[in-house]
């Protein structure tokens, strides 16, 4: 289990919370679970999501993602030039492409701020949940969960670090899951007895 990242466990991990809470409202997580499916699955369940802000991948020299205006309706991407990027196909990881013409780009005396690709052909790829994580990114700039957002650094994190810092969580002591598991919930044991000690004293 060690081998596989937290995202891909995450939804399994809200299911069982929601068999014990049963009425879950708000989830907060950091960017490693920013990802379409949980958004989607999340927002679909009716609980909010509330996820952080992540900075823009790629090579800093071309135009931004952002600066290439999406159309919904004609589905169709356009190009700081006006130029429009057409729907081309859905690949296997779930993305719609969207790509230009290349006899659009080839002339332009711009065109190493557009693309650095062979045949002066724009793509941008749009994940087929792509909705999803607008409608946490909107979330994102709302009073209420930029106030649940920063108490996460003081409820969770704090946690997190205690347990590296202070009771030797920064590496495993044991191989094997059972037993990793074994020692990580009497960690976690001992650190609820010593809040509940600090608590009624």
């Known amino acids: 289990m060690g081998n596989i990242y937290d995202s ?27 990802t379409p499916f949980i958004t989607k699955t ?14 823009p991948r790629g090579d800093k020299e071309l135009f931004r993602k952002k600066e290439f205006g999406y159309d919904g309706y004609y589905d169709c991407y356009l190009c700081p030039q006006d130029k429009i ?25 711009g065109l190493d701020k ?11 790829i749009r994940h087929v949940w792509q909705y999803y994580l607008d409608v946490a990114a909107d979330l994102r700039l709302t009073d209420i969960n930029k106030k649940i957002y920063s108490r996460r650094k003081e409820t969770i ?29 009497l960690i976690f044991a001992a650190m609820n007895l010593k809040n509940l000690a600090t608590w009624l004293s």
Request: hydrophobic share 35%; proline share 3%.
């Open 42 to 55: 999340l927002i679909d369940q009716e609980i909010r999501p509330v996820l952080p802000y992540t900075r």
């Open 157 to 185: 994190e704090r946690v997190f670090a205690d347990g590296k810092e202070k009771h030797g969580m920064r590496w495993t002591k044991y191989s094997g899951l059972e037993k990793v598991s074994l020692h990580t919930m």
């Open 114 to 124: 557009g693309t650095k690709n062979q045949s002066h052909q724009k793509l941008i």
């Open 85 to 109: 990027l057409a729907f081309s196909t859905v690949n296997r990881e779930g993305y719609r492409e969207y790509k230009s013409k290349y006899y659009q780009c080839e002339w332009w005396p």
């Open 8 to 34: 891909q466990v995450a939804v399994l991990l809200v299911e069982k919370v929601r068999r014990l809470l049963k009425k879950i409202t708000t989830i907060v997580a950091n960017a490693g679970y920013k």
